[in-house]
């Protein structure tokens, strides 16, 4: 139980002894700290029930209240709100427990199966920005659902059976000529990670601009779509080399995926999918493509049908998405799939969902939620650009912010003794926590600016602020790690106010779950290190004679870090070992 609920449960009780229902009795964070730290608002509610002045409910319930040995006051205050305080010493036993439980006393309780289909990368094309925010966002939920308690299974469900495959596969032909392609030893020596980076790009300007290189590409698209022969050899070695380069960029930002599978591993199931779906009159032919009406009368403007297969009897996107629905059900029974993509596909996920809805494809139990972002945006208000104009890759940027960091942490360390290699370490940490600390502190369906000088900064609501506190504070505890002692009850408001706020850390972490939305958190998190940094300031840890004050001190930072640590890493943000 929360300290929370704890309070919550004591006036709960207190509204059922006084003969109301005690549903009246729910505790929230005060909204006037200046005049108590919790409020229950029931009295107000109850009065319109039972027909009374709310005012003399509050202090029926107030005396019963003021009884209890967890509180140092309780107060009835018109209109008929109940303020209410908490005894030093209640706090403290709480505060004190917390430490010695597993996730700092966070319960675990719902055990449901989460799949977060999140990265989205596509195989042969670089990652760009707008694949960092899925990466950046989806790890993160994924870390905060596990903690909760919830079986997570992250996806990366890479794009790798489209027509860009096709095209990449052309390029690639054209580059070598089809007769030394012929053995794995050929292709080895042929397929590398600088080939199909310029590959796709000159390709694919071609296929828009010449209809014949794109008549090529989609034969060759649907040739490989039959999933056998030279072209899947030659597209099992892209997809070999693509995925082992998009492995190294995922590990630089430090995310990491359970399966690796992709649109192509539908391709056993699309076309029994569509026969059934024909069978069921649900496909039809429109214009040479097979479609699927997934509108319904109350859409407004209505959603456009569903494309199965192009004129050609390619598929698409649309299909390997509904097909990969059905695979995930037959092998993790999920109860929730949630596709963490741009906001700029929120149609598609409109249209996929309704189709599974129309055939009848779910279990009853799986649901089906799109959790959209918007999208970085550069200085112009336009989604950021290279210089030059074009897309930013996401290894350049991250390149960038590094260098960046490196700038700040090189002016923040005057000691000599550091190397460059550890230097370069800490930037890498101080860079991606930036990074992520920004993205993350907006809600993810927000556009936002992406300012390098902003993020990097160590002062103001920044990943870098927030990683130096926590630098800070361990360097005050590596001096002092053989010192043990017990926490004593606040010697002081900012402390007092430190422990309030340890005890609300479940709720940040529980709203970010629930909304699939880290902003919460991440404003938990910097809360937490801007009341931490105010703690340490006041009260000196290695200066101070008394020794039992010392040691509750030493506990303080012990406990509020190690949670601030925690909670860090639910945000995939590290903290450097120096800064
Ligand atoms: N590969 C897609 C893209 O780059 C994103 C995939 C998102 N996931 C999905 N199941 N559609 O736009």
């Known amino acids: 139980m929360t300290f929370r609920e704890q309070l919550t449960e004591k006036v709960k009780r207190a509204f059922a002894d006084c003969g109301y229902d005690e549903k009246f009795g729910m505790v929230t964070v005060s909204n006037r700290p200046d005049l108590c730290q919790y409020q229950c608002n029931g009295a ?44 030093d010493e209640a706090l403290t036993a709480f ?5 010695t439980q597993p996730q700092y006393g966070f319960e675990r309780q719902p055990q449901k199966t989460i799949m977060i289909d999140y990265g989205g990368a596509n195989v042969a094309k670089s990652l760009h920005v707008g694949h960092l925010r899925s990466a950046i966002i989806g790890e993160t939920l ?30 690639i032909i054209e580059q070598f000529g089809l007769e030394n392609l012929q053995t794995e030893a050929d292709r080895a020596k042929h397929i590398t ?19 014949t290189v794109m008549a090529e590409c989609k034969r060759l698209t649907l040739e490989l779509q039959k999933g056998e022969g030279i072209y899947f050899d030659i597209w099992k070695k892209v997809l070999e080399v693509s995925v082992a380069d998009l492995k190294r960029n995922y590990g630089r ?52 049908p569903f494309i199965l297969r192009k004129t050609d009897g390619a598929v698409l996107y649309s299909t390997t998405d509904l097909a990969t629905i059905l695979i995930r059900e037959k092998e993790y029974d999920p109860d929730l799939i949630l596709y963490v993509v741009d906001n700029r596909q929120s149609t598609h996920f409109k249209q996929l969902f309704r189709a599974v809805e129309k055939a009848g494809m779910a279990t009853e139990k799986l649901n089906l939620m799109f959790a959209g972002f918007g999208t970085m945006n550069g200085a112009d208000g336009k989604p950021y650009k290279t210089r030059e104009g074009g897309v930013m890759r996401l290894e350049d940027l991250l390149n960038t ?14 000691s000599s003794e550091i190397t460059e290699e550890e230097m370069q370490k800490i ?9 992520k600390f920004a993205d993350l502190s907006n809600h993810r369906s927000k556009d936002y600016v992406f300012d390098i000088e902003k993020f990097c900064s160590f002062e103001g609501k920044t990943g870098p602020y927030i990683q130096y506190s926590g630098v800070r504070i361990a360097s005050i505890l590596n001096k002092v790690q053989d010192l043990k002692g017990e926490i004593l009850p606040p010697e002081g408001d900012i402390q007092r106010e430190l422990f309030l706020f340890l005890t609300e850390f479940p709720y940040a972490v529980q709203q970010s779950a629930a909304d699939f939305a880290p902003n919460t958190l991440a404003e938990y998190v ?25 040691l509750s001190r030493i506990e303080t930072l012990r406990l509020a870090s190690g949670l601030l640590e925690q909670l860090l890493d639910l945000l995939g943000i590290e903290i450097p070992e120096r800064m």
């Open 44 to 87: 107000l509610a109850a009065a319109k029930t039972y027909k009374k002045k709310p005012m003399d409910i509050a202090n029926e319930i107030a005396n019963v209240l003021q009884a209890q040995d967890i509180f140092s006051s309780v107060q009835a205050c018109p209109p008929g709100f109940l303020n209410l305080c908490v005894t």
């Open 193 to 211: 990670i600088s080939v199909l980076e310029k590959t796709y790009p000159a390709k694919s300007k071609e296929a828009k601009e010449n209809e």
């Open 253 to 304: 930002l430090g995310v990491t995926f359970d399966l690796w599978k992709g649109e192509s591993d539908t391709r056993d199931v699309t076309d029994p999918m569509i026969q059934q779906l024909e069978d069921k009159g649900l496909a039809y032919l429109d214009d040479g493509a097979l479609v699927m009406d997934v509108t319904k009368e109350t859409d407004n403007p209505p959603l456009p």
């Open 401 to 414: 912010l590094e260098q960046e960091a490196f700038k700040k942490v090189e002016a923040a360390i005057t």
């Open 526 to 550: 910097y809360a937490l290190a801007v009341l931490l940094n105010r703690y340490y300031h006041e009260y000196k840890v290695i200066a101070e004679p008394d020794l039992e004050k010392k």
């Open 95 to 99: 505060v004190r427990n917390m430490g």
């Open 427 to 435: 930037a890498h940490k101080v860079g991606i926590g930036a990074l």
């Open 142 to 171: 994924k870390r905060i659902l596990r903690y909760c308690g919830h079986t997570v299974i992250g996806d990366v469900h890479l794009g790798d059976w489209g027509l860009q495959m096709g095209i990449v596969i052309c390029g």
